[in-house]
């Protein structure tokens, strides 16, 4: 029989954000540290003491549909 270990925490250790499909960075849970933000060119946005702030952290990174990043 197989089985399935699971970590006790729910919480996921890294996180895509997407403007629509546009791939804009990551965030890492680094537990008592905060989150810790990078960009889609792996560079470091800084850490935050909560999802939130982590999140605002790409608000000037934000592309629209009609502003392709390249």
């Known amino acids: 029989m197989l089985k399935r270990h699971t ?3 729910s919480k996921p ?5 997407y403007d629509g499909r546009i ?14 933000c990078f960009d889609r060119d792996e560079t470091s946005l800084g850490f935050f003491s909560n999802q939130r702030a982590a ?15 390249f």
């Open 23 to 36: 791939f804009l960075g990551r965030i890492f849970d680094r537990d008592a540290a905060g989150y810790e």
């Open 7 to 9: 970590r006790n925490n």
């Open 13 to 17: 250790p890294l996180v895509g954000v």
């Open 55 to 69: 999140l605002d952290a790409f608000n000037g990174l934000v592309v629209g549909e009609d502003d392709p990043p």
